[in-house]
């Protein structure tokens, strides 16, 4: 069968964190822009949950999603999957400086919940919590009944 290979990464620092996690630190050091208060935007869908946090003008600062965490399939529209992509911006936003939080909710996922209790758990102050989910006001004439 062959001898087994160990492959050993060079430049590891032996932290214990997960491969898609950042260092606060290290995202301290990347961004120049500090601030103390933001905004989230939390898109929940039924695959997957995106959460965005922008400074007060609109600017995205940072973004992750549950399948950039590494989750796959099925486990990407779980509230477990929303609250650890929650807890990852969280840590983001403390290390640049982020106090006070606004958060706007779009979609119907399950994650919706779960992330807004997993920044609450961080020590973020909520400023308010605004549901943004496009509603259709009747939408467009549906189509003629087909005739054969």
């Given at each position: 069968?062959?001898?087994k290979r160990v492959i050993k990464k060079s430049g590891t620092d032996g932290s214990d964190s997960p491969a898609g996690a950042v260092a606060p630190k290290s995202i301290a050091k990347k961004?120049?822009?500090r601030t103390a208060t933001g905004r989230m935007f939390i898109s929940s869908t039924y695959n997957n949950t995106?959460?965005?946090f922008t400074d007060d003008q609109g600017g995205t600062l940072f973004w992750s999603s549950s399948g950039a965490l590494g989750f796959k399939g099925a486990k990407k529209?779980?509230?477990f999957a929303a609250s650890k992509v929650a807890e990852?911006?969280?840590?983001?936003?403390?290390a640049i400086g982020v106090t006070?939080?606004?958060i706007y909710v779009k979609g119907v996922g399950a994650g919706r919940e779960s992330a807004i209790r997993a920044f609450a758990s961080n020590g973020l102050n909520i400023n308010f919590i605004k549901d943004?989910?496009?509603l259709p006001h009747n939408g467009t004439k549906a189509p003629k009944v087909r005739r054969v």
């Amino acid at each position: 069968m062959g001898k087994k290979r160990v492959i050993k990464k060079s430049g590891t620092d032996g932290s214990d964190s997960p491969a898609g996690a950042v260092a606060p630190k290290s995202i301290a050091k990347k961004l120049k822009h500090r601030t103390a208060t933001g905004r989230m935007f939390i898109s929940s869908t039924y695959n997957n949950t995106i959460i965005t946090f922008t400074d007060d003008q609109g600017g995205t600062l940072f973004w992750s999603s549950s399948g950039a965490l590494g989750f796959k399939g099925a486990k990407k529209g779980t509230p477990f999957a929303a609250s650890k992509v929650a807890e990852l911006l969280a840590e983001k936003s403390k290390a640049i400086g982020v106090t006070d939080v606004s958060i706007y909710v779009k979609g119907v996922g399950a994650g919706r919940e779960s992330a807004i209790r997993a920044f609450a758990s961080n020590g973020l102050n909520i400023n308010f919590i605004k549901d943004i989910t496009p509603l259709p006001h009747n939408g467009t004439k549906a189509p003629k009944v087909r005739r054969v």
